[in-house]
């Protein structure tokens, strides 16, 4: 069973516009969260996490998530998008009950911000 | 502070062939994996290790071999390339209970 869903391939959105990725994960429990941005030709670089605490985390770039533990998603969102933040982004989740050091990936979506 | 350094950045192999990918980090972390990246699949876990001389698989570990001698060093090691293994090669590292740090990746095409 896939432990995180990101069930949009590709998302668009005009430049100022506010963006939302979505995630959904299916592990039971308190899961660690997590949101990486890779640009082409790159590694993944961390850009928020959600471990335990208020369900709004803020981290890089102006991003920031929301958990919602009734839902099971953790939706990245930026109040103005950037062209510059066009870039594949992954949601992951770490499994607190069932192996804690395995990291699970969505399979990606590609943002693309217009001018 | 190197980060975490992978090498080679670009391989060609021949079917049959084996190699080692080389991945090292500086930031003293327990916690080290390898992910093969393809194209709609997201990244996929291969090995991972929670310290030197620990290792466990991964979700596709078929194919490939780790070790952990060091706390810096953890290198992937194809037995017999396939095809199947083309995909781009990342090499994580962190803390237990933190996030990774990813390298810049291997591009590997098996022919």
């Known amino acids: 069973a896939q432990s995180v869903a990101q069930p949009e391939d590709q998302v668009n959105v005009a430049e100022g516009n506010p963006l939302t990725v979505k995630c959904t994960y299916s592990?039971?429990?308190?899961?660690?969260l997590f949101w990486y941005v890779q640009y082409p030709n790159r590694g993944l670089q961390f850009l928020l996490k959600?471990?335990?605490?208020?369900?709004l985390v803020k981290g890089s770039y102006g991003f920031e998530a929301e958990f919602n533990k009734s839902q099971t998603s953790f939706h990245l969102k930026k109040p103005s998008a950037l062209v510059s933040d066009s870039a594949l982004y992954f949601c992951?989740?770490?499994?607190?009950?069932?192996?804690?050091?395995?990291?699970?990936f969505g399979s990606g979506t590609k943002l693309n911000v217009k001018p | 502070n190197a980060g975490v350094t992978q090498t080679p950045k670009f391989q060609v192999l021949k079917t049959g062939q084996s190699m080692t990918l080389q991945c090292a980090q500086d930031m003293n972390h327990e916690y080290m994996s390898w992910y093969r990246q393809d194209p709609g699949m997201g990244l996929r876990l291969i090995h991972y290790s929670v310290g030197a001389g620990i290792t466990d698989q991964g979700e596709v570990p078929n194919g490939y071999n780790v070790s952990r001698s060091t706390t810096e060093d953890f290198p992937l090691r194809l037995l017999s390339a396939a095809p199947s293994q083309t995909s781009v090669y990342f090499c994580?590292?962190?803390?237990?209970?933190?996030?990774?740090?990813f390298g810049p990746g291997t591009r590997l095409t098996v022919l």
């Open positions: 959600y471990i335990t605490g208020d369900n």
């Open positions: 592990v039971s429990g308190n899961p660690y």
């Open positions: 992951a989740v770490r499994d607190r009950r069932r192996n804690f050091n395995k990291f699970y």
């Open positions: 994580a590292s962190g803390r237990a209970t933190d996030t990774q740090y």
